[in-house]
């Protein structure tokens, strides 16, 4: 029998959902406040859009702001007395321990997350392959049925994921260390750019975007996170604060007193974090789509980025990807094109036959 999963919250996540599950043979259909973003769903092929008609689903995923997400569980754990609910929460304990204060039939709720996204939000940032060889935290409570954990499995297992099963407190100290502080950390690198020079900031490169992708993510939601999960996050920040405070003691020391001792911390700091970044995972499971980036150097005329882009369809390879750098006061850009590892070479050799400067 196919599973009707109805997906409450179409937007990056919901959308990529519905389009990942409606490609593997579920029924999805799409609710959201904002007619807008549920049409747009449906046009992206991530479900039907549900009205009074629609039968009841079998399975309820809540993929709705964080501050929202317990009442819309509640809700649909009313709504539909049959079905398994689930919600994709960034933080996991405030949205159970609401749900379980609620008094509604939690015994069919089980929470999950899948640790996958992108800096952007909305139906329209939504990916098919989003949660491929990513991370999928199911996170079941005391009275979680069996058969509801196991729906969460399905589901995760279905859009290519590894599942991880947890308890929602442990999930929270975890998600706290790799996702929550890693955002505060790049938002804090990146503001400090604000007030720079043009000059200063036209020297940057790779390392700082590497550095301060997730800092152009939407304040709202990741404010909600913070809050959802803020003893957490303060632990976490307390060590990042006597890491800070440590290594300017050692630029106090070089550059006020003798530096005794400061090349030691510095160097210190600086090692602590190979180790902590050794330990970072590459894949989970099924590999994820890795794309690689071939650089073309395009003149800053009329048409040169259609040409281009016309050149490479021309080649016959997919564009998975595409960002633009400009060279500072320079008459040229740069254009990353993201494609397959297999269309690499072909790509470069075509467009250098062509007479494009193609960068390593
Ligand atoms: N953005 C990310 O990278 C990730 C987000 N999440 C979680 O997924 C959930 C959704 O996040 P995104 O898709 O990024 O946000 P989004 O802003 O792209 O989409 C949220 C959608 O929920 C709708 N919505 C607002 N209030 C609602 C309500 N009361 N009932 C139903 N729908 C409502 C909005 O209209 C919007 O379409 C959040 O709880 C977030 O913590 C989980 C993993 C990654
Ligand atoms: O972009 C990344 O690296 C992410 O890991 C995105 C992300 C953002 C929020 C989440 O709750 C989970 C994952």
Same mark, same amino acid.
């Given at each position: 029998?196919?599973?009707?999963?109805?997906?409450?919250?179409?937007?990056?996540?919901?959308?990529s959902l519905?389009?990942?599950?409606?490609g593997k043979?579920?029924?999805?259909?799409l609710?959201d406040?904002s007619?807008?973003?549920?049409?747009?769903?449906?046009?992206?092929?991530?479900g039907?859009?549900?009205?009074?008609?629609?039968?009841?689903?079998?399975v309820?995923?809540?993929?709705a702001?964080?501050?929202v997400?317990?009442?819309v569980?509640?809700?649909?754990?009313?709504?539909?007395?049959?079905?398994v609910v689930s919600d994709?929460a960034?933080?996991k304990?405030?949205?159970?321990?609401?749900v379980?204060a609620?008094?509604?039939?939690?015994n069919?709720y089980?929470g999950?997350?899948?640790?996958a996204?992108?800096?952007?939000s909305?139906?329209?940032?939504?990916?098919a392959d989003?949660?491929?060889?990513?991370?999928?935290?199911v996170?079941?409570h005391e009275?979680?049925?069996?058969?509801?954990v196991?729906c969460?499995r399905?589901i995760?297992?279905?859009?290519?994921s590894l599942v991880?099963?947890m308890?929602?407190?442990e999930?929270?100290?975890a998600?706290?260390?790799v996702?929550h502080?890693?955002?505060?950390a790049?938002?804090i690198?990146?503001?400090? +750019?604000?007030?720079l020079p043009?000059s #200063? $900031?036209?020297l %940057?490169g790779p390392? *700082?975007? !590497?550095?301060?992708r997730?800092?152009a993510?939407?304040?709202r939601?990741w404010?909600?996170?913070?809050?959802?999960n803020?003893?957490a996050v303060r632990?976490?920040?307390? +060590?990042?604060r006597d890491?800070v405070? #440590? $290594?300017?003691? %050692?630029?106090d020391? *070089?550059? !006020?007193a003798?530096?005794v001792?400061?090349?030691?911390?510095?160097?210190?700091?600086?090692e602590?974090?190979?180790?902590?970044?050794?330990r970072i995972?590459?894949?989970h499971?099924?590999a994820?789509t890795?794309?690689? $980036?071939v650089?073309?150097?395009?003149?800053d005329?009329?048409?040169a980025?259609?040409?281009?882009?016309?050149?490479?369809?021309?080649?016959?390879?997919?564009?998975?990807?595409?960002?633009l750098?400009?060279?500072?006061?320079?008459a040229?850009?740069?254009a990353?094109?993201? $494609?397959?590892p297999?269309s690499v070479e072909?790509?470069r050799?075509e467009?250098a036959?062509?007479g494009?400067?193609?960068?390593d």
């Amino acid at each position: 029998m196919t599973t009707h999963v109805r997906i409450v919250g179409a937007g990056l996540i919901g959308t990529s959902l519905g389009i990942a599950l409606t490609g593997k043979g579920f029924r999805v259909s799409l609710e959201d406040p904002s007619p807008t973003a549920v049409r747009l769903a449906r046009d992206l092929r991530a479900g039907e859009v549900a009205d009074g008609h629609t039968n009841a689903p079998d399975v309820v995923v809540v993929a709705a702001p964080p501050d929202v997400a317990a009442e819309v569980v509640v809700t649909a754990l009313d709504r539909w007395p049959g079905a398994v609910v689930s919600d994709v929460a960034s933080v996991k304990e405030s949205v159970l321990r609401a749900v379980l204060a609620s008094g509604a039939d939690a015994n069919r709720y089980v929470g999950s997350h899948p640790m996958a996204g992108r800096e952007r939000s909305g139906a329209a940032a939504a990916r098919a392959d989003l949660f491929e060889g990513r991370a999928w935290v199911v996170v079941p409570h005391e009275s979680s049925t069996p058969a509801a954990v196991s729906c969460l499995r399905e589901i995760a297992l279905a859009v290519g994921s590894l599942v991880l099963v947890m308890p929602a407190h442990e999930h929270d100290e975890a998600v706290a260390a790799v996702s929550h502080v890693p955002q505060l950390a790049a938002s804090i690198v990146a503001a400090c +750019l604000r007030d720079l020079p043009e000059s #200063a $900031v036209g020297l %940057a490169g790779p390392g *700082l975007r !590497d550095v301060t992708r997730i800092a152009a993510s939407d304040p709202r939601l990741w404010t909600q996170i913070l809050a959802g999960n803020a003893s957490a996050v303060r632990d976490v920040m307390r +060590l990042v604060r006597d890491q800070v405070q #440590a $290594v300017i003691g %050692a630029l106090d020391a *070089l550059v !006020d007193a003798d530096g005794v001792g400061a090349l030691g911390t510095l160097s210190g700091v600086l090692e602590a974090g190979n180790l902590g970044h050794a330990r970072i995972p590459g894949k989970h499971g099924a590999a994820p789509t890795a794309y690689e $980036v071939v650089s073309v150097v395009v003149p800053d005329e009329p048409g040169a980025l259609a040409r281009l882009l016309g050149d490479v369809g021309n080649a016959g390879i997919n564009l998975e990807d595409l960002h633009l750098e400009h060279g500072l006061g320079q008459a040229v850009g740069v254009a990353e094109i993201s $494609v397959v590892p297999a269309s690499v070479e072909p790509l470069r050799s075509e467009l250098a036959r062509l007479g494009w400067r193609v960068h390593d």
